[in-house]
């Protein structure tokens, strides 16, 4: 597991988000399923957010998967917006305003910021979650670590 920064308690909410994430994924391995868990967790989880769920790749266009928030674009191509960044470079995309970004797509005009993990596993691409928030600046490089760490484990618990 990744190295997390540690909160004034001494205790990364990172470090307890694994535990949850850890435990909820524990019996079973669906990637669907497990992809919907994980949104619901850090939906309910994480303050600040108006939306949290996953994009799958599909054949070069992600595709809308589980999710918790407003509802959403379905389809986005690689070339297009933060999550196709993300596909595109297989890189996290940590936006502070997602309005100066080219290309930016609003889905809900209410997003501010956003955070984007592409899950590759084996040199594959399977998608992306995506973490949107009213608020500017939202995401910091604590929660981009902390959610990448997240990213693993719901990869290595669940079959892709």
């Known amino acids: 597991m990744f190295d997390l920064q540690r909160n004034e308690t001494g205790v990364s909410d990172y470090v307890l988000l694994a535990a949850q994430l850890e435990s909820l994924l524990a019996t079973e391995r669906d990637f669907i399923a497990n992809a919907a868990q994980f949104a619901a967790l850090l939906f309910n989880e994480m303050p600040g957010l108006n939306w949290a769920g996953f994009y799958f790749n599909r054949d070069e266009q992600l595709l809308l998967g589980p999710f918790q928030g407003r509802v959403a674009c379905v389809r986005i191509d690689f070339d297009r917006g933060v999550c196709g960044a993300a596909a595109t470079t ?10 100066a970004v080219d290309g930016h797509i609003a889905c809900d005009s209410a997003s501010n910021s956003e955070l984007v993990v592409p899950l590759e596993k084996n040199g594959r691409l399977l998608g992306v979650l995506d973490l949107d928030s009213p608020q500017l600046g939202r995401f910091s490089a604590e929660d981009q670590r902390g959610v990448e760490a997240l990213v693993a484990i719901f990869l290595r618990l669940t079959d892709c």
């Open 90 to 99: 297989r890189q996290t995309q940590r936006v502070a305003d997602v309005h």
